[in-house]
């Protein structure tokens, strides 16, 4: 069982930046692929971001590469998710979630959720 708990969400002007973290609880954090999903308002809920569990491997959602950049420590059991240049499009809620396997994309493979931090970006 992992539970997870979203931070650093908030209201921040186009062209700023913000840090999600993600703190999970369980002894098996490390053995988890994580991810970091968002949900804009009458929209699905889309991938942003993944980490192997070694960190050896990211993936990103084309509309964010080369402005975000997810992260891990397993030792302290958290994953972050620096956002830079931020545009009105990115807000969003966002979402934490962890997987053992599956597809790195697909939301219905992801075995535990967080519950969102709200992030908004102004024009």
């Not at 959602?61 to 830079?84: E, H, P, W, Y």
């Amino acid at each position: 069982q992992v539970q997870l708990v979203e931070s650093g969400g908030g209201l921040v002007q186009a062209g700023g930046s913000l840090r999600l973290s993600c703190a999970a609880s369980g002894r098996t954090f490390g053995s988890y692929r994580m991810a970091w999903f968002r949900q804009a308002p009458g929209k699905e809920r889309e991938f942003v971001a993944a980490i192997s569990w070694s960190s050896i491997n990211t993936y990103y959602a084309d509309s964010v590469k080369g402005r975000f950049t997810i992260s891990r420590d397993n030792a302290k059991n958290t994953v972050s998710l620096q956002m830079n240049s931020l545009k009105p499009e990115d807000t969003a809620i966002y979402y934490c979630a962890a997987a053992r396997a599956g597809t790195v994309v697909k939301r219905n493979d992801y075995d535990y959720w967080g519950q969102g931090t709200q992030v908004t970006v102004s024009s």
